[in-house]
């Protein structure tokens, strides 16, 4: 009667890793086949873009704003448009859309708060930061994906209502080239820049509801309290309050300015422009030092 052979113990099959393949020291033998390459600002971007599409908060705010916009812009255009009083005092019909844009403009802010600050309060951005310790490059992915999201949907929707508003109101002046401009172009990077510093401001804060507050603050508080200052001794501060409150700098693309002095021109884009950057070295200061 002959015994059972015992099997003789297989050498573990050797693993071939793609080309480009680490091979790790702490285990002999293996090779991971996962490439590794030195991440750069490309796959941060593509990580930011990811994370704000597939969010149904970025859908409901963009698509209430856009039809904020649209809605009060076209309504603004038929009422006007149906008057049958003269002409709009030698205005164009570009400035109808002023009401829709400053309304919308509260769904930018919340959208660019929400960017960064529901990172904070969900503790998702512990594992942004794993994947991508470096922080700066993390703030302007975020900001680069953020700010050509707003711009892209502000100039669609503006472009749009700006369109059909000219082609209802027919008693209304002939927009210039400069007008169509500003009209468009410039007051989407106003909103665009405006949603940027929204979003600086809860990578700051860390706290979605303090940061939104803040900044409805910072869009309000200065027309408010200027609407009761009646004291002649705060003359100068009411009307640089005026002067350099949001609404006003907003309707200046539309040269439809709350007084006679103070920025003009594209001075408001280069006004909240400066603020931005100065807001933006400020938030990555604030990163380099805090903790996650």
């Given amino acids: ?11 573990p099959p050797e693993w071939q890793g793609a080309p480009g393949a680490s ?10 086949p996962i490439p590794v390459v030195r991440t750069h ?7 930011e873009w990811t994370k704000i599409r597939s969010v149904r908060s970025t859908m409901w705010t963009l698509g209430v704003f856009m039809l904020l916009v649209v809605g009060i812009g076209l309504l ?5 448009g149906d008057s049958s009083e003269g002409d709009l005092g030698g205005e164009s019909a570009l400035a109808l ?3 829709g844009l400053l309304l919308g403009s509260m769904c930018v802010i919340t959208l660019g708060v929400l960017t960064t600050a529901s990172e904070y309060g969900t503790g998702m951005i512990r594992t942004t930061m794993t994947a991508c310790p470096s922080r700066g490059r993390v703030l302007t992915a975020k900001a680069i994906v953020f700010f050509t999201l707003a711009f892209t ?8 209502v700006a369109l059909v508003q000219v082609s209802l109101v027919t008693n209304a002046r002939e ?3 400069a007008e169509w401009l500003k009209g468009t172009v410039g007051v989407s990077l106003y909103i665009a820049l405006l949603g940027l510093l929204s979003l600086l401001v809860g990578s700051i804060i860390r706290h979605s509801a303090g940061a939104i507050t803040i900044m409805i603050a910072a869009v309000l508080a200065p027309l408010v309290i200027a609407l009761f200052m009646f004291s002649s001794s705060l003359e100068g501060l009411r009307t640089a309050l005026f002067e350099y409150s949001i609404p006003n700098q907003l309707s200046i693309f539309y040269a439809n300015s709350l007084s006679e002095s103070g920025p003009s021109g594209w001075d408001p884009l280069w006004i909240i422009l400066g603020v931005t950057a100065v807001t933006f070295a400020g938030a990555v200061a604030l990163q380099e030092k805090r903790d996650v």
Avoid: D, K
């Fill in 41 to 47: 600002l490309g796959h941060a971007i593509a990580s």
């Fill in 1 to 11: 009667m002959s015994t059972p052979q015992t099997p003789m113990p297989q050498a």
């Fill in 175 to 177: 927009p210039s080239g």
């Fill in 76 to 80: 603004a255009g038929v009422l006007v």
């Fill in 97 to 99: 859309g002023f009401f």
């Fill in 23 to 32: 091979y790790h020291p702490g285990h002999p033998g293996y090779t991971s």
């Fill in 153 to 160: 949907v502000t100039l669609v929707s503006a472009g749009f």
